[in-house]
């Protein structure tokens, strides 16, 4: 096969506009869409996400079928999630104009990804092996990522494209400025890594931010092997920490957190919530539990 048909297979600029103009369809900054028109982004994506032909793949917000034509070429089964009816239904369309011999490996489902169960996911939610690559609608990444974390157990890593400061945050350290609740939680489930970043000029339209691409892969045994009751309480203390970003954890935490829990966990009340990593945070939250036993 040569080059250009290569090429022809994926969507560029000019086909993206023309598809939109065919079915009516018009971006909406409500829902983030800003779609990718460049075949050489589509296929660094998929190269850096690391997936396999056979590969179960969640897309969150296919759009007009960019990413998901380019991980039908690398041979996964797409499970893509698309909130927009009209986008859902044109997507096969799509697939079966520019890659028929792939249809049989998409699935479509049309539905808000923070309502999405492993229930409703068909294969996707079945699989032992998931894996998330998505060009996330900006608006909702950081809830879309942790919501699918906490659902999906079997969602082992992922590659997004976000906007470059929900990357920095996603992908922070303790001490960083930018470091907070939604570094905290990522790194609950696993280790978050930056993958490179994204021009605006690869969009229709192009955004006014700067993307990024995040990496993730799930901890083997979760964290430290806790259950779901010990993340919500966990988060709890995270979300309490950073409610009141300039104050001690002993006043932060008051009435969450005793002074003998604090001891017990060897941690300094007298710290801030961003100099805490989140091993310190569950020991925190253990030792909560132990004192009151």
């Given at each position: ?46 190269r850096l996400a690391e997936v396999k032909p056979g590969q179960s ?140 970043r994204i021009g605006r000029h690869v969009f229709w339209p192009a ?87």
């Amino acid at each position: 096969m040569n080059t250009k048909t290569e090429n022809d297979r994926l969507l560029g600029a000019a086909d993206i506009r023309r598809i939109a103009d065919q079915a009516g369809i018009h971006p909406t900054k409500r829902l983030g869409q800003n779609f990718v028109i460049d075949p050489g982004t589509v296929r660094r994506i998929v190269r850096l996400a690391e997936v396999k032909p056979g590969q179960s793949v969640l897309e969150v917000g296919p759009g007009l079928g960019s990413l998901t034509l380019g991980l039908l070429e690398a041979g996964c089964l797409v499970t893509a999630d698309e909130i927009d009816s009209g986008l859902a239904r044109r997507l096969p369309q799509t697939v079966s104009q520019r890659m028929p011999e792939a249809l049989d490996r998409l699935t479509v489902i049309n539905r808000d990804a923070l309502t999405l169960t492993p229930q409703l996911a068909g294969d996707a939610g079945r699989t032992d092996d998931l894996t998330l690559v998505a060009n996330l609608p900006y608006n909702v990444a950081t809830p879309i990522i942790l919501t699918l974390l906490a659902r999906f157990a079997n969602l082992n890593r992922f590659l997004v494209m976000v906007q470059k400061e929900v990357a920095d945050r996603l992908t922070a350290g303790p001490g960083s400025k930018v470091y907070g609740t939604p570094s905290l939680k990522l790194a609950w489930y696993g280790r978050a890594t930056q993958a490179g970043r994204i021009g605006r000029h690869v969009f229709w339209p192009a955004p006014n931010v700067d993307s990024a691409l995040v990496c993730f892969v799930r901890n083997e045994e979760g964290h430290i092997g806790e259950d779901e009751r010990t993340r919500i309480r966990v988060f709890a203390l995270i979300d309490a920490a950073f409610g009141q970003r300039r104050k001690t954890l002993h006043a932060a935490l008051k009435g969450l957190v005793s002074p003998e829990a604090f001891k017990v966990a060897g941690i300094d009340p007298s710290r801030r919530g961003e100099t805490m990593t989140i091993a310190e945070f569950a020991a925190l939250e253990r030792a909560g539990r132990e004192v009151a036993a």
